[in-house]
């Protein structure tokens, strides 16, 4: 019983995290990361 519980809620928490990453992806956030990490980048080697 407790096996199949625990069972139940690592399959509803992983359909959660691929729910919120898909969500992610569709309100265009790859793009605003991407371009948050090019800025970090060209500070830390004093460019930008």
Known sequence: ???SRRVFFTIILMCAGA???FA???SGEP???MRK???IC???IGIG
């Open 1 to 3: 019983m407790m096996r």
């Open 19 to 21: 729910l919120m990453l």
């Open 24 to 26: 992610g992806i569709v």
């Open 31 to 33: 793009s605003s990361v």
């Open 37 to 39: 990490a090019v800025y």
């Open 42 to 44: 060209l500070e830390c």
